[in-house]
């Protein structure tokens, strides 16, 4: 076939000798989520302890019970639906100033959803708290992917030896791909200096910078998201959250 462009099918294979520190990965994660969440429970603690008119101290044994529950209950709400939110209120923040309830509302994930329609399922809130939940039973189960693979030095030295790099371009990428056998990546054009006709093989050398990613893997909450992307969003929500009261 003559040709002045050809298209290149790019795959990784991993190495048989080498095994990915997935597990080590997972515990990782699981400290960050730990640190993450912990961080919004140790607030709502501190603003119970900072309440200058909190709730009275009950008399009667049977409500002395249920303040016990509460207080040992209260930490940060993530409310999926607004008409749980005035249960979740005096379960979480019932030692809480009255008048930051609607501070805690305006960062939960039914508020988010009345305003932008992201559906509750898909806020950091939620996505942080299932982590936790898992991770107390389990290490989170995490696998490696090529997140990104770009290509900047193409060369074909059996038809061009004395040409330079060739002009290329991505037809097709696949982001946050887990690496199994021999997977396939990127789909690379190559325009040709000239046409020529293109044999079955040909000796052809590119570099290529890969970026590694870590998704969740089966059974882990948000089953294929990026691992890493989850924990940048979750970040920043508990940092946007923390300095609204520093």
Same mark, same amino acid.
């Given at each position: 076939?003559?040709?002045?462009?050809?298209?290149? $099918?790019?795959?990784?294979? &991993? $190495?048989? #000798?080498?095994?990915?520190?997935?597990?080590?990965?997972?515990?990782?994660?699981? @400290?960050?989520?730990?640190?993450?969440?912990?961080? /919004?429970?140790?607030?709502?603690?501190? /603003?119970?302890?900072?309440?200058?008119?909190?709730?009275?101290?009950?008399? %009667?044994?049977?409500?002395?019970?249920?303040?016990?529950? =509460?207080?040992?209950?209260?930490?940060?709400?993530?409310?999926?639906?607004?008409?749980?939110?005035?249960?979740?209120?005096?379960?979480?923040?019932?030692?809480?100033?009255?008048?930051?309830?609607?501070?805690?509302?305006?960062?939960? &994930?039914?508020?988010? @959803?009345?305003?932008?329609?992201?559906?509750?399922?898909?806020? &950091?809130?939620?996505?942080?708290?299932?982590?936790?939940?898992?991770?107390?039973?389990?290490?989170?189960? /995490?696998?490696?992917?090529?997140? $990104?693979?770009?290509?900047?030095?193409?060369?074909?030295?059996?038809?061009?030896? %004395?040409?330079?790099?060739?002009?290329?371009?991505?037809?097709?990428?696949?982001?946050?791909?887990?690496?199994?056998?021999?997977?396939?990546?990127?789909?690379?054009?190559?325009?040709? &200096?000239?046409?020529?006709?293109?044999?079955?093989?040909?000796?052809?050398?590119?570099?290529?910078?890969?970026?590694?990613? =870590?998704?969740?893997? @089966?059974?882990?909450?948000?089953?294929?998201?990026?691992?890493? #992307?989850? =924990?940048?969003?979750?970040? @920043?929500?508990?940092?946007?959250?923390?300095?609204?009261?520093?």
């Amino acid at each position: 076939m003559v040709a002045n462009s050809i298209a290149l $099918r790019i795959t990784l294979t &991993p $190495r048989p #000798d080498i095994t990915l520190p997935a597990l080590r990965w997972g515990t990782i994660v699981g @400290e960050i989520v730990h640190h993450l969440a912990s961080a /919004l429970d140790n607030l709502v603690h501190e /603003l119970a302890l900072a309440n200058v008119n909190p709730p009275a101290i009950p008399l %009667d044994k049977n409500q002395k019970d249920i303040s016990s529950q =509460l207080r040992h209950s209260q930490g940060f709400p993530s409310c999926k639906q607004r008409s749980d939110w005035s249960s979740q209120v005096h379960r979480y923040l019932y030692f809480v100033d009255r008048a930051l309830d609607p501070v805690f509302e305006r960062v939960q &994930p039914f508020y988010a @959803e009345e305003l932008t329609g992201i559906a509750p399922t898909h806020h &950091p809130a939620i996505k942080l708290r299932e982590l936790w939940n898992a991770d107390k039973h389990r290490t989170v189960n /995490l696998t490696a992917a090529g997140l $990104r693979l770009e290509v900047s030095d193409v060369r074909i030295p059996s038809h061009f030896p %004395d040409h330079g790099v060739l002009r290329s371009e991505v037809i097709r990428s696949f982001p946050s791909r887990p690496i199994t056998g021999r997977t396939e990546v990127m789909l690379v054009r190559v325009h040709l &200096p000239e046409r020529v006709t293109i044999p079955s093989e040909l000796d052809v050398r590119l570099l290529a910078v890969t970026a590694l990613a =870590l998704l969740f893997g @089966e059974g882990a909450p948000n089953e294929g998201e990026n691992a890493l #992307d989850a =924990l940048d969003s979750a970040r @920043e929500y508990v940092a946007d959250i923390l300095s609204t009261f520093a």
